[in-house]
Every structure is written in structure tokens, then in C-alpha cells.
């Protein structure tokens, strides 16, 4: 259990030190880290995103609170607190640290140009890298059975039901441009239950 | 005496923004606002664009950066501590409950259709994010070379995307100097 507890703190703490540009440009890296190395499925964390944009505090301290529980759900709760507190130790200490190192030492190389010039080629990289874990979000909603990592274009299990929620959902928030993450989140459970609790089909 | 008090005092404003803020980063920043520069007046509005531009041009999550910035310049290191922790600590009393609990709702079968109702508005919750990100930018054919690249990057890869950050770090760092040479060159020619 210790072996897994620092390795979920060092995944953690990778995932923090990569993290450019707040909580949703972590997605890809949590993606890759934990569904890729088996830790979580992409249903669980796409549930997680979920609740982390409806509850309290930072997104991406509530997404590691809610992995480190995750992990040891089955041993105890007193495990799974102590996941949590890797996990959101390791999140957390990247920026602590830099930022105390800049708050004493001065920011002065902050304005050097090759920081500046390395956001230049940073900041497409994070905005491809969000855009591409909306896609696949997208994609995994109505033909789930399509892997593009293994070039596996599977039609098959195509989710009508899930296409009708994305299109009204998309076409809510295009709408009404200042929805809250909240009240997004909620008005698609909503739209959830009443789509494949009550359509018959 | 007075440090005592300051440190009590960090420590519960910082737990009331934790406590408070749906989304975290940018949408932290009003109430932090309001809390540390209106009413505790520890730092001015001067600190918190300073916060902003440091996140900008740093890793992390901006929540932390902010607390740990502010506790720092009221009372150092252990100012710095405490307000971290304070505004970590909703976050995670609130999540810890809710994930007790979760795993045996999301047996529920209405929970369930929830749940896939949520996926999607995720899907759109993101994509709207990277919207937002990108107005952000200045779109030249270097800027959308790499943007398409790294989004075909992480659709079709297996490898970190770790490394596509370092290659996106190290481009922009090249692509900065030829313009800064190129810059160069041209004043050099229009002086001569």
C-alpha cells in the first residue's frame, strides 16, 4: 500500500507541475496518467470532472481528493483518507513550492524572454490538448465502442439517447452563453434522468 | 500577539474562498478579490493582476498559487501554509463525504442516468473551456501548426502528453528567437 500511495503522489505531482492553464488543461494528463496506467476507467473520471465542477474549491484539488478516495475504496475509509491526502499533497506541492520560491526570490525571470517565448509554443499545445479530451468525450458519448488510439473505428453501440442530450445541451450553453458550470452540470443530469428513465426506447 | 491573529485570520478567509467557489481558478478570483483586497486589505489590486501573470507563466492550480502568494506576503512561510491549507481543506472534507457515499448511489439507477446525462454536459463544459483558452492567443501559422498537432497528438497516440508539452516549450522557444533575430535584422536594415 505505501508503494501505490507514493506512486499516486507522484503522479500527482506531475500532474501539477504540467498543469498550464487551470483545472481543465489537467484533464489530458489525469487521462493519460490514471486511465491509461488502469488506476480509474474514463466513465469514473468523467463522473469525477462532474461532481468536481459542481461542488466546492479548486477543480483540480477536488479531482485528486476524489482519485485518492477512489483507490483504496474496497480497504477502508481510513486507506482511501490517506490516498486523498497523497494525491492532493502531490497536486498541490509543485505550485506551493514554485510560488514560494518566486514570492522570496522575486520574479524576475519570469520576464526573461525565453520563458515568454516557450509560452509562445506551450499555450496551442494546451489548447489543442483540451480541445482534443472534449472529442473524444464527444465521440465516447455517442459511439462508444470507437478507440481512435487503436485506430478502431467500431460503429457499432451507437447511443442515440446520447447524441440527443450532447445536441440540446450544446445547443442550451450556445444559447445562454453565461450558464454556470453548475447549473450546466445540473440541467444534464436533469436532462439524463429524463431521456433514459422515461423515453421507452 | 498580532501574528497569532493574523495567521487565525488567514487561515479562515482562505477557508471561506475554498469553501465558497464553484470551479475554481479564474472564477475564484472575484471572491478573492473582495476578501483580500476590499475587506482584509492585504494585498491591492496591483497583487492580484501580479498573481495572475505568475500563474499565467508557471504550472500548477491557480487557487494554490494565489493562496500561497498572499499568505507569503502577510505572514511568510507560514503564512504561506496557512493559507493553502485553508483554501484546500474544503475541498477536501467535501469531497472525501461525497465519495463515501457515491459509490453506493451510483448503484441507483436513476443516479446512474444522471451520470450519463453529466458526461455530456462534461463534454461540452470542456469544450467550451478550450474555446475560452484560445481567444486567449494570437493565432499565426506557428500557433495553429502546433494546436492541430498536438489535438492529433493526444486523439491518436499512446505516449504521454507530457512530452508534447516539452516539444510545444522547446518550439516556442526556437520560433521566439528566429523572430527575435528577424526583428533584429529589419531594425539594423531600417537604421542603416
Known sequence: MLLTLLKLFWMFFKIGLFTFGGGYAMIPLIKDELVGGGYISADVLINFIGISESTPGPVAVNMATFIGMSQFQDVSIGASLLGAFATTLGVVLPSFIIILLIASLGSKFLQSKVVNHAFLGLKPVVIGLIISVSIALIIHAVLPNIDLKQLNLDLSGFNFKGLIILIIVGAVTMFYKKMSPVKIILFSAILGMLIYGLLPW | ?192
Open chain 2, 1 to 192: 500577539m498580532k501574528k497569532q491573529h493574523n495567521l487565525l485570520d488567514l487561515f479562515t478567509t482562505f477557508l471561506k474562498i475554498g469553501a465558497l467557489t464553484f470551479g475554481g481558478g479564474y472564477a475564484m478570483m472575484p471572491i478573492m478579490r473582495k476578501e483580500v483586497v476590499e475587506k482584509k486589505q492585504w494585498a491591492d489590486d496591483d497583487d492580484i493582476l501580479k498573481i495572475l501573470v505568475i500563474s499565467e507563466s508557471t504550472p500548477g492550480v491557480l487557487a494554490v498559487n494565489s493562496a500561497t502568494f498572499i499568505g507569503y506576503k502577510i505572514a511568510g512561510f507560514k503564512g504561506s501554509l496557512v493559507a493553502t491549507l485553508g483554501v484546500i481543506i474544503p475541498s477536501f472534507v467535501i469531497i472525501s463525504l461525497i465519495s463515501v457515499f457515491i459509490i453506493q448511489f451510483q448503484q441507483l439507477t436513476w443516479v446512474a442516468y444522471a451520470f450519463k446525462g453529466i458526461q455530456a454536459g462534461v463534454a461540452i463544459l470542456i469544450f467550451k473551456a478550450a474555446l475560452k483558452l484560445s481567444k486567449k492567443i494570437h493565432f499565426d501559422l506557428f500557433a495553429i501548426i502546433i494546436l492541430v498537432c498536438s489535438l492529433l497528438y493526444a486523439l491518436f497516440s499512446e505516449f504521454s502528453v507530457i512530452y508534447a508539452l516539452l516539444v510545444g516549450a522547446i518550439l516556442g522557444i526556437i520560433y521566439g528567437f528566429l523572430i527575435h533575430v528577424k526583428e533584429a535584422k529589419a531594425d539594423a536594415t531600417h537604421t542603416s
